[in-house]
């Protein structure tokens, strides 16, 4: 099984701070894909192909990576991104999700 | 809009059996490959089980392989997830997704239903 490590486990950010999370892959990958939740809610498709946004996914989030080296970044924190964030694999069977980050407003 | 209500969850013994529902709207439900995910009370997620759009191919992770059965209904936009042997580690909230079957991103998913495996 490909383990997807995410780090940090909990973050927190102030209004306008960048912020980067990072998932590595014990198996390289060929995409990574990031999924956001909230409390009380379901996840949402946040980020496919390793730096495509999903629709409606501001601006500001970006991702970024390679084999086994993938990362989400933040250029400006908004109250609204605190969440925890997943990233997803389907290179290697079965897929795989990390354990998550969370983010929180400081 | 695409909606994705699940239905069926529950408290049951171990050992039991349950049946969870999907009904699926806003979109083609036959054109696509459709999945269900759990969320344990750690957090985590894990794939339960994958149906490609015809109902032909499925995939279980070993974790729940000969215990759990994945299926559809194309005329009525409904995804099943039949559970039996059931054991205090399947508790965990059930999301039913769009996605998951070659490589599809899970576009969208439902607002889950809660399983509780306990005596």
């Known amino acids: 099984e490909n383990v997807l490590t995410q780090s940090p486990a909990i973050m927190s950010a102030s209004l306008g701070e960048k912020v980067t999370m990072s998932c590595r892959a014990s198996?390289?990958?060929?995409?990574m894909y990031w999924y956001q939740q909230k409390s009380d809610a379901s996840p949402k498709l946040w980020i496919y192909?390793?730096?495509n946004l999903a629709p409606g996914v501001p601006a500001r989030f970006s991702g970024s990576g390679s084999g086994n080296s993938y990362s989400l970044t933040i250029s400006s924190m908004e109250g609204e991104d605190a969440a925890t964030y997943y990233c997803?694999?389907?290179?290697?069977?079965?897929?795989?999700f990390g354990a998550g980050t969370k983010l929180e407003l400081k | 809009e695409v909606q994705l209500v699940e239905s069926g969850g529950g408290l049951v013994q171990p050992g039991g059996s349950l049946k969870l529902s999907c009904a699926a709207s806003g979109f083609t439900f036959s054109s696509y490959g459709m999945s269900w995910v759990r969320q344990t009370p750690d957090k985590r997620l894990e794939l339960v089980a994958t149906i490609n759009s015809n109902g032909g191919s499925t995939y279980y992770p070993d974790s729940v392989k000969g215990r759990f059965t994945i299926s559809r209904d194309n005329a009525k936009n409904t995804l099943y997830l039949q559970m039996s042997s059931l054991k205090s580690e399947d508790t965990a909230m059930y999301y039913c997704?769009?996605?998951?079957?070659?490589?599809?991103?899970?576009?969208?998913w439902g607002q889950g239903t809660l399983v509780t495996v306990s005596a």
């Open positions: 198996s390289s990958v060929n995409y």
């Open positions: 192909y390793t730096s």
């Open positions: 997704a769009r996605g998951g079957y070659d490589y599809e991103r899970f576009a969208y």
């Open positions: 997803q694999q389907f290179t290697s069977s079965p897929l795989t």
